[in-house]
């Protein structure tokens, strides 16, 4: 990652205007925020924008990239600890949340892409990201094969697990007042949930020749 002394003169304008704009699309929404104020804000000419971005659309979309967490995020998939599948994600979401709690600006830019754009700019986001899920991919392989866990793809549960995450992250702002007894391990209730479903599995009724002469299985009377 380059710092100011090692940027071009041109890299630091493009930077400037990146920081400018996200922090006017937060103050203002997407819409609200007009190529002026970017300007402005980032304290060049109007025209000047120009020579980096061929609109404000492209400026949202740098803004998107460089300002997702999916930067501070990647490397926990390959150092989540755990030596089975729940403790690796049970770890990789506490991890997760933590780094949410530090960018709330997160979910504001999400919801811009999502209801202004349709989401049209996550399939290029997404093609970038997949090539970094490498190494997961493998450990996440190796220990489907060890405990025996359904013979899911691996692209669909990240992609249930991620959309478990979102969708915590965002009740947690829309839920705000939850009861106390919950509020500390939501997060591991969401996993649970996650993993073994709110379904309670049907325990196997007692085989009747197991039981002792005289006595009845569970559950059932005497004659």
């Known amino acids: 990652m380059k710092t100011d002394q090692t940027m071009t003169r ?3 304008t493009r930077a400037e205007i990146i920081q400018a704009a996200h922090a006017l699309f937060l103050e203002k929404g997407y819409s609200g925020a007009s ?3 970017i300007a402005g804000r980032a304290g060049i000419a109007l025209s000047g924008i120009y020579n980096h971005f061929a609109g404000k659309e492209d400026i949202f979309a740098a ?3 460089e300002r997702h967490p999916y930067l501070q995020v990647l490397p926990f998939l390959d150092t989540a600890q755990g030596e089975n599948i729940e403790d690796v994600l049970r770890d990789l979401a506490r991890r997760m949340v933590d780094v949410l709690n530090e960018r709330p600006d ?3 830019l999400l919801f811009i892409e999502m209801i202004e754009f349709k989401g049209s700019h996550l399939p290029a986001f997404t093609e970038k990201m997949l090539p970094r899920l490498s190494t997961f991919v493998t450990r996440f392989e190796a220990i489907q094969a060890r405990e ?3 013979p899911v793809p691996i692209i669909m549960v ?3 697990f991620l959309g478990m995450f979102i969708s915590y992250a965002i009740s947690e702002h829309l839920m705000g007042v939850v009861p106390r007894e919950y509020k500390a391990d939501s997060l ?3 996993i649970d949930i996650f993993l073994h479903g709110v ?4 325990q196997p009724q007692a085989d009747a020749r197991s039981c002792g002469a005289g006595q009845t299985a569970p559950g059932q009377g005497a004659l």
């Open 10 to 12: 041109g890299e630091r």
């Open 35 to 37: 190529m002026r104020q």
């Open 63 to 65: 803004v998107f990239e």
């Open 106 to 108: 997160f979910l504001n």
């Open 148 to 150: 025996k866990l359904r």
């Open 158 to 160: 990240l992609r249930a």
């Open 188 to 190: 591991s209730y969401f």
């Open 199 to 202: 379904i309670q599995p049907v």
